[in-house]
């Protein structure tokens, strides 16, 4: 006498478990409630009963991704502090490339995205940065506090036959001599960046940079175009 096999129960966490899957296999657009129904094995209007909508699934897919980024447990300055966990993030992000675009397509944060911005500005809070800073360390970081960053860079194509490339080089350089010699003459020439080191070159940059102003006493008048009222500029 056979059995039917039996059903996994549904609730919340494997649907949310399901719909990250599918967005690391096939990317966010595939992670549709008709998707991840589909995956699942049972009817779009089943997730219902425990999603209520696609904009809450990416948010929960969202969350459990970021829970993943581990706390700074040592108790070092700020700048080290605040750098483990943008690369710590880095690290879990880039296991689900989907997550970039959610980020940035989200108009509400959610409790555990709030959590993660409330880490960063703590570590610089309690190593006495002002308030002011903070605010424009934050925007100073902006995607890169998520462990990425959108470079735009474009470059023209280079041939790979060396003839060919030696020729295109040199017509170039004609016009643009600065560009030629920053891709022939660099460390890394005619190899491919390592995104890794860019992006924690960059992200030094920006700390060091927050950290020098706040040990010169930086003030917000001290940036501000001269002759702007500080009540009009944007936050």
Same mark, same amino acid.
């Given at each position: 006498?056979?059995?039917?096999? #039996?059903?996994?129960?549904? +609730?919340?966490?494997?649907? #949310?478990?399901?719909?990250?899957?599918?967005?690391?296999? *096939?990317?966010?657009?595939? /992670?549709?409630?008709?998707?991840?129904?589909?995956?699942?094995?049972?009817?779009?209007?089943?997730?219902?009963?425990?999603?209520?909508?696609?904009?809450?699934?990416?948010? *929960? !897919?969202?969350?459990?991704?970021?829970?993943?980024?581990?706390? /700074?447990?040592?108790?070092?300055?700020?700048?080290?502090?605040?750098?483990?966990?943008?690369?710590? $993030?880095?690290?879990?992000?880039? /296991?689900?490339?989907?997550?970039?675009?959610?980020? *940035?397509?989200?108009?509400?944060?959610? =409790?555990?995205?709030?959590?993660?911005? +409330?880490?960063?500005?703590?570590? !610089?809070? +309690?190593?006495?940065?002002?308030?002011?800073?903070?605010?424009?360390?934050?925007?100073?970081?902006?995607?890169? !506090?998520?462990?990425?960053?959108? +470079? #735009?860079?474009?470059?023209?194509?280079?041939?790979?036959?060396?003839? *060919?490339? $030696?020729?295109? !080089?040199?017509?170039?350089?004609?016009?643009?001599?600065?560009? #030629?010699?920053? /891709?022939?003459?660099?460390?890394?020439?005619?190899?491919?960046?390592?995104?890794? $080191?860019?992006?924690?070159?960059?992200?030094?940059?920006?700390?060091?940079?927050?950290?020098?102003?706040?040990?010169?006493?930086?003030?917000?008048?001290?940036?501000? =175009?001269?002759?702007?009222?500080?009540?009009?500029?944007?936050?």
């Amino acid at each position: 006498m056979s059995s039917s096999p #039996v059903r996994r129960r549904l +609730d919340r966490s494997r649907v #949310v478990r399901t719909a990250v899957e599918l967005a690391d296999e *096939e990317g966010l657009a595939a /992670a549709s409630m008709r998707g991840v129904a589909e995956r699942l094995g049972v009817t779009p209007m089943a997730l219902y009963k425990h999603i209520a909508s696609r904009s809450q699934l990416i948010d *929960e !897919m969202l969350d459990q991704v970021l829970d993943q980024i581990p706390s /700074a447990t040592h108790p070092i300055g700020w700048s080290e502090t605040v750098r483990a966990r943008i690369l710590a $993030a880095r690290h879990v992000l880039l /296991a689900h490339p989907w997550a970039r675009d959610a980020i *940035e397509s989200r108009e509400l944060a959610t =409790p555990t995205v709030l959590a993660y911005l +409330d880490s960063l500005m703590a570590a !610089m809070f +309690d190593d006495g940065l002002s308030a002011d800073l903070v605010h424009h360390a934050m925007h100073a970081l902006s995607t890169r !506090m998520w462990g990425f960053t959108r +470079d #735009v860079l474009p470059t023209p194509r280079v041939p790979e036959s060396p003839e *060919e490339r $030696a020729r295109v !080089m040199s017509d170039l350089a004609m016009s643009y001599p600065a560009i #030629v010699r920053m /891709a022939t003459t660099a460390s890394h020439a005619g190899a491919a960046c390592d995104d890794d $080191a860019e992006f924690a070159f960059a992200l030094d940059l920006i700390l060091d940079g927050i950290n020098r102003l706040h040990e010169s006493g930086w003030h917000p008048s001290d940036t501000r =175009p001269e002759g702007t009222p500080l009540a009009t500029r944007s936050t």
